[in-house]
């Protein structure tokens, strides 16, 4: 039996990882947003991992590698989770 959690965005309930306490779920993913607004996504660069931030920028998409991102104006930070994929997870509850 797993574990169970709130996500500290929408309070759904969520599988729950020691490794990954404060992660969203996955419903949000789509919302993420960076410090200035403009729509963020994040993927592993290839099949052997790796992390990229893809940023839409005056419609067109920048290639980065930040994980800072914002959720409803609640600041996250996304990166490679460790068995692959991307986790993003609430670094302050401060809106």
Known sequence: MSTMKLCPICTK???YSERYPNSICGAH????VDSHG???????EDEFGGFASYHTLENKI???????CFVRG???SAGEARMGGIVIQVVSITR
Do not use: L
């Open 13 to 15: 309930q969520m599988h």
């Open 29 to 32: 993913y789509e919302e993420c």
């Open 38 to 44: 403009n729509r963020v996504t994040f993927e592993n």
């Open 62 to 68: 920048v290639k980065r590698n930040d994980g800072t």
């Open 74 to 76: 609640i600041k996250c």
